[in-house]
């Protein structure tokens, strides 16, 4: 117990001890900080200058270490294109029918597009690919092609891609009683299913560029397989389609009222395409009546881009990029019409016309001679062109039969005049090139009429009413020249029909022979000589006149992304191949260092 009274009395002494010592030691640093900065404060007012000046030293120190913390962070972000947003294109003439195969208006062209794919279509660098299509497949002979689909293909309802649909496609093309607008004649190709993913394509006679034939959509079998071919163009499926594109159909709404526009098309995202998954979220396309709205509303802004022909120079926001296609635009001279049957009055046309008048508008880059591009066939041997020389012009068309009356005038034998209809579509530049062309034809003597069809306006169908009765003496006109040189189509006599594409109505045996040979040739040598032939006598028959290579004018509102913009299109159509890389969402993103 005096052991336990002991330690206790010893913690209390430390206690007491520790509290002293504390209490010295707030007493000796209150008077430290009295001594020190209590009394000194009085001191601030005669140094407040230096303290003012290192209190905002301190604070400059602090901002700029902030702003470089923000500057560092900015240098490693970058704005990246993300998977969203939404992309409106605007486009002419109205969607009667979103039916590919009966597309004729620059819309219904697009929706094409965007709604199917082809089994075969150009890719970026101008050689063709393989869409729909896995490969396509050249027996020895060159006569039958093997075309196989890719595995796991689906409509955009669910349901499989199959060889029912190559085959059902081509049969409706074929028959004449649907009367589809796609330009590929498969009548003399016999159609064999092979198995569910396959079908043999036996031509008649030996094609090696068949796969070029390919770049046609299909349609579901299981859809429209048992409507007659006359009752296709009828069927729902022409507002409703089913389809194998990119994307596929949300929504219509019409235009009108206090809208310039017709209607504007909403598409989403197809989740069963093949390809990629498309970035943009929707892809919707506004129709117009005129190019003027069209340029209204990009300068709005309320359209992201066109491929249509407007005036937006200068436009703030709006960039345009012009690419080069694989097409051109010629003077046909109907070779059937009483004034021009006559290859010596035809010659005097290609004489007398002052060509660089004509294209005064067209860059001379883009000046086309011929219907084959150096880009197609390197090696041809390009015949050499009469010059202008209107008197020379003159002499051949009294030689082709024709004569001048007193008054300066072209007649017949008959003493009629000689007179010239000539036809072209409502879209610049080709409309001002014929309207040129047609002075220069009234120069050298003809009664000359131009008609302008404006195939926008409603019951215009500029293919039924001109083009396939051939209604017109000479038509302004702009062609796909194709992936390959193969002019065939539009130059043989098996074309020349009101359902081919021979808008010349042109006849020449060993023209015919030329062509025919340089398509089913497997040699090469061979077929750079029946192409040299062919334009030799393509030249003496003039069966119509090159104006000017295509080309598209592409224009768009700054923060999107488009086609790529070293793609070697085709036609205008094929900027929407790579439509999946397409976008117009944008965030910002840290670079990978």
């Given at each position: 117990?005096?052991?336990?009274?002991?330690?206790?009395?010893?913690?209390?002494?430390?206690?007491?001890?520790?509290?002293?010592?504390?209490?010295?030691?707030?007493?000796?640093?209150?008077?430290?900080?009295?001594?020190?900065?209590?009394?000194?404060?009085?001191?601030?007012?005669?140094?407040?200058?230096?303290?003012?000046?290192?209190?905002?030293?301190?604070?400059?120190?602090?901002?700029?270490?902030?702003?470089?913390?923000?500057?560092?962070?900015?240098?490693?972000?970058?704005?990246?294109?993300?998977?969203?947003?939404?992309?409106?294109?605007?486009?002419?003439?109205?969607?009667?029918?979103?039916?590919?195969?009966?597309?004729?208006?620059?819309?219904?062209?697009?929706?094409?597009?965007?709604?199917?794919?082809?089994?075969?279509?150009?890719?970026?660098?101008?050689?063709?690919?393989?869409?729909?299509?896995?490969?396509?497949?050249?027996?020895?002979?060159?006569?039958?092609?093997?075309?196989?689909?890719?595995?796991?293909?689906?409509?955009?309802?669910?349901?499989?891609?199959?060889?029912?649909?190559?085959?059902?496609?081509?049969?409706?093309?074929?028959?004449?009683?649907?009367?589809?607008?796609?330009?590929?004649?498969?009548?003399?190709?016999?159609?064999?299913?092979?198995?569910?993913?396959?079908?043999?394509?036996?031509?008649?006679?030996?094609?090696?560029?068949?796969?070029?034939?390919?770049?046609?959509?299909l349609i579901p079998a299981h859809i429209l397989g048992e409507v007659s071919p006359a009752l296709v163009y009828e069927h729902d499926f022409s507002s409703n389609p089913v389809g194998?594109?990119?994307?596929?159909?949300?929504?219509?709404?019409?235009?009108?009222?206090?809208?310039?526009?017709?209607?504007?098309?909403?598409?989403?995202?197809?989740?069963?395409?093949?390809?990629?998954?498309?970035?943009?979220?929707?892809?919707?396309?506004?129709?117009?009546?005129?190019?003027?709205?069209?340029?209204?509303?990009?300068?709005?802004?309320?359209?992201?881009?066109?491929?249509?022909?407007?005036?937006?120079?200068?436009?703030?926001?709006?960039?345009?990029?012009?690419?080069?296609?694989?097409?051109?635009?010629?003077?046909?001279?109907?070779?059937?019409?009483?004034?021009?049957?006559?290859?010596?009055?035809?010659?005097?046309?290609?004489?007398?016309?002052?060509?660089?008048?004509?294209?005064?508008?067209?860059?001379?880059?883009?000046?086309?001679?011929?219907?084959?591009?150096?880009?197609?066939?390197?090696?041809?041997?390009?015949?050499?062109?009469?010059?202008?020389?209107?008197?020379?012009?003159?002499?051949?068309?009294?030689?082709?039969?024709?004569?001048?009356?007193?008054?300066?005038?072209?007649?017949?034998?008959?003493?009629?005049?000689?007179?010239?209809?000539?036809?072209?579509?409502?879209?610049?530049?080709?409309?001002?090139?014929?309207?040129?062309?047609?002075?220069?034809?009234?120069?050298?003597?003809?009664?000359?009429?131009?008609?302008?069809?404006?195939?926008?306006?409603?019951?215009?169908?500029?293919?039924?009413?001109?083009?396939?009765?051939?209604?017109?003496?000479?038509?302004?006109?702009?062609?796909?020249?194709?992936?390959?040189?193969?002019?065939?189509?539009?130059?043989?006599?098996?074309?020349?029909?009101?359902?081919?594409?021979?808008?010349?109505?042109?006849?020449?045996?060993?023209?015919?022979?030329?062509?025919?040979?340089?398509?089913?040739?497997?040699?090469?040598?061979?077929?750079?000589?029946?192409?040299?032939?062919?334009?030799?006598?393509?030249?003496?028959?003039?069966?119509?006149?090159?104006?000017?290579?295509?080309?598209?004018?592409?224009?768009?509102?700054?923060?999107?992304?488009?086609?790529?913009?070293?793609?070697?299109?085709?036609?205008?159509?094929?900027?929407?191949?790579?439509?999946?890389?397409?976008?117009?969402?944008?965030?910002?993103?840290?670079?990978?260092?």
């Open positions: 117990m005096k052991k336990l009274d002991k330690s206790v009395g010893k913690v209390k002494k430390r206690n007491k001890e520790i509290l002293t010592r504390a209490n010295e030691f707030g007493e000796k640093a209150s008077d430290h900080f009295s001594a020190l900065f209590i009394q000194r404060l009085k001191n601030v007012r005669e140094v407040r200058l230096w303290v003012v000046e290192w209190a905002l030293l301190i604070l400059v120190v602090l901002l700029l270490a902030i702003v470089q913390i923000f500057w560092y962070n900015s240098s490693y972000k970058m704005q990246a294109f993300v998977a969203g947003g939404e992309f409106t294109e605007a486009s002419l003439g109205d969607v009667k029918s979103m039916n590919p195969l009966y597309a004729t208006t620059n819309s219904e062209k697009a929706l094409a597009r965007l709604l199917f794919a082809n089994l075969a279509s150009p890719d970026k660098s101008g050689h063709m690919k393989m869409e729909l299509a896995e490969s396509a497949t050249m027996s020895k002979d060159g006569r039958t092609w093997t075309v196989t689909l890719r595995d796991g293909l689906k409509w955009s309802d669910g349901e499989p891609i199959t060889a029912d649909d190559i085959l059902y496609t081509v049969k409706l093309m074929n028959d004449e009683t649907a009367k589809t607008t796609v330009a590929i004649d498969f009548s003399r190709i016999k159609l064999q299913k092979v198995d569910e993913r396959s079908v043999s394509f036996t031509l008649p006679t030996a094609y090696t560029d068949f796969t070029d034939s390919l770049e046609f959509p194998s594109g990119a994307f596929a159909l949300k929504a219509v709404q019409p235009g009108g009222g206090n809208n310039r526009f017709l209607q504007t098309i909403y598409m989403k995202r197809n989740e069963n395409f093949f390809g990629n998954e498309s970035k943009l979220a929707s892809f919707n396309l506004r129709s117009y009546e005129k190019v003027e709205d069209i340029a209204s509303a990009m300068k709005e802004a309320t359209v992201t881009a066109t491929a249509e022909e407007v005036e937006l120079s200068d436009t703030k926001g709006v960039n345009r990029r012009t690419t080069l296609l694989n097409g051109g635009a010629f003077a046909f001279l109907n070779t059937k019409s009483p004034a021009l049957k006559s290859s010596a009055v035809r010659r005097g046309i290609q004489q007398g016309v002052d060509m660089s008048a004509v294209r005064a508008e067209i860059d001379e880059m883009r000046w086309l001679d011929y219907p084959i591009l150096e880009t197609q066939e390197a090696n041809l041997e390009y015949p050499e062109l009469a010059k202008y020389d209107l008197e020379a012009a003159k002499k051949l068309l009294v030689d082709g039969g024709l004569k001048y009356n007193e008054e300066g005038r072209l007649c017949d034998e008959a003493g009629s005049l000689a007179e010239l209809r000539l036809a072209v579509r409502k879209r610049q530049p080709i409309q001002s090139v014929a309207e040129r062309f047609k002075e220069e034809l009234q120069q050298l003597g003809f009664t000359v009429s131009l008609s302008v069809f404006d195939d926008t306006q409603p019951n215009m169908d500029f293919f039924a009413s001109v083009l396939r009765p051939r209604d017109y003496d000479v038509l302004f006109y702009e062609i796909d020249l194709g992936v390959s040189a193969d002019p065939f189509v539009y130059y043989s006599s098996t074309q020349a029909s009101g359902g081919g594409w021979n808008f010349s109505n042109y006849s020449n045996a060993l023209a015919d022979d030329a062509l025919l040979t340089a398509r089913t040739s497997l040699d090469a040598s061979l077929r750079e000589t029946k192409y040299n032939s062919f334009l030799q006598r393509w030249v003496n028959d003039v069966p119509a006149i090159g104006l000017y290579q295509s080309a598209m004018n592409y224009y768009y509102q700054d923060g999107v992304r488009i086609f790529s913009d070293d793609a070697l299109l085709t036609d205008v159509w094929d900027r929407f191949g790579d439509v999946e890389y397409w976008a117009s969402l944008q965030e910002a993103r840290m670079q990978t260092p």
